[in-house]
C-alpha cells in the first residue's frame, strides 16, 4: 500500500528520519530530524533547533531531542537541504538574537498600547481578541 494513499498522520511516515521544519502554534519554530510520529501527531524531534528569526537574521538555539504534542503543531514541512544553504538571512548568536527579539517584542506592545489608548480617545473599543493567551487558539 502507498504510504500517501493513508490517511491522516500516517502520510507523516514517508517524513520519517528526514529533516523538517515544524511552526508550534505559540509562534516557536522548530528544525529537527522527524524520528516518530503516532496517530496522535505527537511528533520526536531529534537534533532540534529553535530558531529565531527578527528582520533579515535569524538565531539557533540548541534544544536535542524535543516532543512535540500534536494538537500544538501549526505547520509541519520537509526542508530541502540544498535551498537551507542559500538563505538570505544572516546568522547572528543566540544572545544578540534573543535581545532582538525581545526588543522587536517591545516595540509591538508599545505600538498596541497607543492604538488602544488612541481607540479609548475615539471612545471605541477594541474588538480584537488578545492573542497573547494560549487558549485563544
Known amino acids: ?32 530530524y522527524l524520528r516518530s510520529v503516532d496517530q496522535f501527531a505527537n511528533l520526536v524531534l531529534h537534533r532540534t533547533i529553535e530558531r529565531i528569526h527578527v528582520g533579515k537574521e535569524y538565531g539557533d538555539i540548541p534544544r536535542g531531542v524535543f516532543i512535540v504534542r500534536g494538537e500544538n503543531v501549526a505547520l509541519l514541512g520537509e526542508i530541502d537541504l540544498e535551498k537551507e544553504e542559500r538563505i538570505p538571512l544572516t546568522q547572528v ?45
Do not use: C, W
Open 93 to 137: 548568536g543566540v544572545e544578540d538574537i534573543l535581545e532582538a527579539q525581545r526588543l522587536e517584542q517591545e516595540e509591538k506592545q508599545a505600538k498596541e498600547k497607543v492604538r488602544l489608548k488612541r481607540l479609548k480617545e475615539l471612545g471605541l473599543q477594541s474588538t480584537v481578541a488578545d492573542y497573547t493567551h494560549d487558549d485563544a487558539f
Open 1 to 32: 500500500m502507498n504510504v500517501a494513499s493513508l490517511p491522516g498522520t500516517a502520510t507523516l511516515l514517508e517524513d520519517l528520519d528526514k529533516k523538517v521544519i515544524v511552526v508550534l502554534r505559540d509562534g516557536r519554530t522548530l528544525i529537527g
